[in-house]
C-alpha cells in the first residue's frame, strides 16, 4: 500500500538550517507530482512546495527562497531543505502525492531559541 515516512525533523535556533527526507513507497514514484505540506498549531494543513516528475518546482510565498525540494527517483525519496528558519516555520511536516489520500506520520520542526 502508499507509504510515506517522513524524518530529520527537530528543534533548531532561529536562522538555523534543516534538511527533512521522506521516504516512499507503494506507488510508481516517478510518474507522480511529489509535495512537501506543514500544520502549526490551531491551522490547517499548507501546502509549501511541488517537485514535478521533470524536477520543476513550486513554492508558496513564505518559503520562497529559503526552502529547496528534491526528488531522487531512484531512491525513491523527496526531501526538503530548510534555510533561514523562522519560528512561524514550527510546524508538523508531510510529504505526499498531493492527490492520494495517503498521508504519512510526519515529522515535528520546532524552531525556538
Known amino acids: 500500500q502508499v507509504q510515506f515516512v517522513e524524518s530529520g525533523g527537530g528543534l533548531v535556533q532561529p536562522g538555523g538550517s534543516l534538511r527533512l527526507s521522506c521516504a516512499a513507497s507503494?506507488?510508481?514514484?516517478?510518474?507522480?507530482?511529489l509535495s512537501w505540506f506543514r500544520q502549526a498549531i490551531g491551522k490547517d494543513r499548507e501546502l509549501i512546495a511541488l517537485?514535478?516528475?521533470?524536477?520543476?518546482?513550486k513554492y508558496t510565498d513564505s518559503v520562497k527562497g529559503r526552502f529547496t525540494i528534491s526528488r531522487d527517483n531512484a531512491k525513491k525519496t523527496v526531501d526538503l531543505e530548510m534555510n533561514s528558519l523562522k519560528p512561524e516555520d514550527t510546524a508538523i511536516y508531510y510529504c505526499?502525492?498531493?492527490?492520494?489520500?495517503?498521508w504519512g506520520q510526519g515529522t515535528q520542526v520546532t524552531v525556538s531559541s
Open positions: 505526499k502525492v498531493p492527490n492520494f489520500s495517503t
Open positions: 507503494g506507488f510508481t514514484f516517478e510518474q507522480y507530482v
Open positions: 517537485i514535478s516528475v521533470t524536477g520543476d518546482t
